[in-house]
């Protein structure tokens, strides 16, 4: 009965692998279009370090990503937890390696503030290993601008979310707002303005638990 069974573990083993090399084999070569220089937002909750990208309505930037990366060390935490704003200008990569979920390694200058509107650089040639995808969406099919916003929710670990407002058609803007739950958060409501202050988001996502703004910007969506 032993031999039987050891072949048939053996014969289910190949399958699943020749399984998976099809997946593989089935992806689509990457767009050397989305080559370029991706910048991002690094923002923390204690010790994660998230890295939140820059996208605008134009190709090569016409996607959001939110990844994790890899904390280095105690120093790069604490910049990124003490700073208002840190932002990593990247040398060019190409950003379809993140939509696809794949662990990549990037390296990139580190910026105290906007790394385009006058921020100081604190660290250049920094390699930042991007590690597990939380979020992907391409930026077509938007929906027409309005005071009526919409976030997706992106889910940490037991009670901890990310929501994330859903660009849409110009004007727009890019926003992330962490929640430790203790109750139910909205994921579609209406503002005083197509595009309000970030005081007024903040205020809707009030009764969800304890909050932590993460990023906020319209400049790149009017």
């Known amino acids: 009965m032993r031999l039987p069974l050891i072949l048939l573990f053996a014969f289910m083993s190949t399958f699943t692998t020749a399984e998976e090399e099809v997946v ?3 992806l689509p070569p990457m767009n050397p279009a989305y080559s370029a220089e991706h910048a991002m937002v690094l923002v923390n909750h204690g010790s994660r370090i998230f890295a939140i990208s820059l996208p605008t309505y134009k190709l090569p930037h016409d996607v959001q990503v939110v990844y994790q990366i890899d904390n280095p060390d105690v120093a790069f935490l604490s910049l990124v937890r003490d700073a208002d704003l840190i932002t990593i200008k990247p040398k060019p990569f190409n950003i379809q390696h993140l939509m696809r ?3 990549i390694t990037i390296t990139a200058d ?4 906007h790394y385009k509107r006058g921020g100081s650089l604190v660290y250049s040639d920094r390699a930042i290993v991007m590690s597990k995808q939380l979020y992907a969406r391409e930026l077509t099919d938007l ?4 005071q009526w916003q919409e976030y997706d929710m992106i889910t940490l670990k037991n009670s901890e979310r990310i929501y994330i407002h ?3 058609q110009a004007p727009s803007f890019n926003h992330l707002i962490f929640a430790d739950l203790t109750n139910a958060c909205m994921q579609k409501f209406r503002t005083s303005k197509r595009i309000p202050k970030e005081s007024e988001l903040t205020y809707k996502f009030v009764n969800c638990g304890t909050l932590k703004p993460l990023y906020f910007d319209s400049e790149d969506f009017q």
């Not at 580190?110 to 503030?113: A, N, R």
């Not at 929906?143 to 309005?146: C, G, I, L, T, V």
């Open 24 to 26: 593989k084999e089935e």
């Open 101 to 103: 979920g794949e662990e």
């Open 110 to 113: 580190v910026y105290e503030g």
């Open 143 to 146: 929906a027409e601008s309005s």
């Open 166 to 168: 859903k660009i849409t």
